[in-house]
C-alpha cells in the first residue's frame, strides 16, 4: 500500500484576527507589524489607559496604528468601542454611522488589564444594550464574573450562567461574540445557542492547558485570562469546536503584549502574546487534530460572515518548515516574550 502523501503546503485565503490588543505608541509600533504581515483585517481591542470609549477616540486611535504600518500594507484595523456604565444609547448612534467602528466590548469591572472602567452592573448599560441591538453592533464579551468568592477557574462557566444567558435572552436580536472561550460550558452555550451569538478561539487555549502553565514551576508567560483549563473536557472541547467547520467559531489571537518584566514579577499581569506566528499556531493546532482541512474556514472565513464583511480573496502560503520561535522581540524600550518562545513550530508563512 503506498503511503499518503505528506502534506508540505497549505494555502488559504489570508485570514483576520477578530480579538487583538495593539496597545499604543512605541509599543504598538514594535508589535502591529507582525500582525499585519499575517492578517488582512483585525478587531482591535479598546483596553487603552485611559479607554476608548468614543467614536473620536477610536478614530485617533486608528489613525496612530494605521501610521505604523509599512506603506505598502492593505492591513484594515477595526475599531471597537469601550462600554461603560456611561456609555450613552447617542455613542452607539456615532458608532454605527462610523464606517471604521465594528463592534462595542464588554469588560465586567475589574475582570482583566485594564478593566477598571468596565461595567459595575448590568442594568446600567441596557440603553446602550438596546441601540446596539437596534443598529445590529455586535456585543463582544469578556465572559468572566468577578466576584471574590468565584474559583477563578469557574468564572467562565457562571458568567455564562448568571449573565450571559440572561443577557441574550433580554435582548434577542443582539449580535454577540464571546471572546476567547476556554471552557466546554462556552462551547456548548454558543453551539447550542441563535446564530447570531459567536465565539473566538485563541491559538494558545487550543495549544495549551493549565498544566502548561502550573506543571515543574509557574510560568508566567502562559498565563493569560481567562485563565488556561483543564485539557479534559475543556481544551479538547476547543479543539473540537475549532476545527469542526461550525461557522460561530472562529479565529481571534488574543495577543496581548507585555512587558517582560511585568509579567515575571511576584503578581505578574495576565496576557499571551501570539502575534509573532498566529496563523502558524493554529496551524499547528489544527495539524495536531489532523483537521488541517477546517483552518481555512476558521481562519479566513467564518469570522467575516459573522461580522458581515467580504471574505479575504488574497491567497497566503504555509509551508512544512519548522522554524524556532525566538526568546523574545523588542518591546517598546523593552521586550516581550513570544508564545512559545525558544520553541519548534513546523508551519512557516510564506511571503
Ligand atoms: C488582555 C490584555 O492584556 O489586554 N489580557 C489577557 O490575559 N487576555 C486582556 C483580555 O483580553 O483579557
Ligand atoms: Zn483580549
Redesign the pocket.
Known amino acids: 500500500m503506498l503511503a499518503k502523501p505528506l502534506i508540505k503546503q497549505i494555502k488559504l485565503a489570508r485570514p483576520d484576527d477578530w ?1 487583538l ?1 495593539l496597545r499604543q505608541g512605541k509599543a504598538m509600533r514594535s508589535v502591529v507589524g507582525m500582525t499585519a504581515r499575517q492578517m488582512g483585517r483585525a478587531i482591535i ?1 479598546p ?1 487603552l489607559s485611559p479607554p476608548v470609549k468614543t467614536v473620536k477616540q477610536a478614530l485617533d486611535y486608528r489613525k496612530e496604528v494605521v501610521s505604523a504600518l509599512p506603506k505598502s500594507s492593505n492591513f484594515n484595523p477595526l475599531m471597537t468601542l469601550y462600554l461603560t456604565d456611561n456609555t450613552t444609547k447617542q455613542d452607539i448612534i456615532n458608532a454605527s454611522n462610523e464606517e471604521h467602528v465594528y463592534a462595542v466590548k464588554l469588560y465586567p469591572a475589574g ?5 477598571e472602567s468596565g461595567v459595575t452592573s448590568l442594568p446600567n448599560v441596557y440603553p446602550a444594550l438596546e441601540q446596539m441591538q437596534k443598529e445590529s453592533i455586535p456585543l463582544l464579551v ?1 465572559g468572566e464574573v468577578t466576584h471574590d468568592d468565584i474559583d477563578i477557574f469557574d468564572r467562565e462557566a457562571v458568567f455564562i450562567e448568571t449573565i450571559l444567558e440572561p443577557l441574550t435572552n433580554k435582548f434577542p436580536g443582539l449580535r454577540v461574540v464571546l ?2 472561550i476556554t471552557t466546554k460550558d462556552s462551547v456548548d452555550f454558543v453551539t447550542q445557542s441563535r446564530d447570531t451569538i459567536g465565539a473566538t478561539i485563541t491559538a494558545h487555549h487550543l495549544l495549551a492547558n493549565r498544566n502548561h502553565m502550573l506543571v515543574g514551576g509557574i510560568k508566567p508567560h502562559y ?4 485563565v488556561l483549563k483543564r485539557k479534559v473536557p475543556h481544551q479538547d472541547a476547543l479543539i473540537a469546536a475549532a476545527t469542526s467547520g461550525n461557522p460561530k467559531f472562529f479565529l481571534g489571537t ?1 495577543s ?1 503584549p ?1 512587558y517582560q518584566n511585568e509579567k515575571e514579577s511576584a503578581c505578574g ?4 502574546f501570539s502575534a509573532h506566528a498566529a496563523i502558524e499556531l493554529y496551524a499547528d493546532a489544527f495539524e495536531k487534530a489532523n483537521k488541517l482541512d477546517m483552518l481555512e474556514g476558521f481562519a479566513s472565513n467564518y469570522g467575516a460572515d459573522f461580522y458581515g464583511l467580504k471574505r479575504n480573496t488574497e491567497i497566503i502560503t504555509l509551508e512544512k518548515r519548522p522554524w524556532m520561535v525566538p526568546k523574545s522581540y523588542s518591546f517598546s524600550d523593552s521586550k516581550v516574550i513570544p508564545f512559545l518562545a525558544e520553541e519548534q513550530l513546523s508551519w512557516r508563512l510564506m511571503l
Not at 499581569?269 to 499571551?272: I, L, N, Q
Open positions: 480579538h490588543h481591542m483596553n475582570a482583566t488589564t485594564n478593566s469578556h471572546e476567547h498565563y493569560c485570562l481567562p488574543d496581548a507585555h499581569c495576565a496576557g499571551v
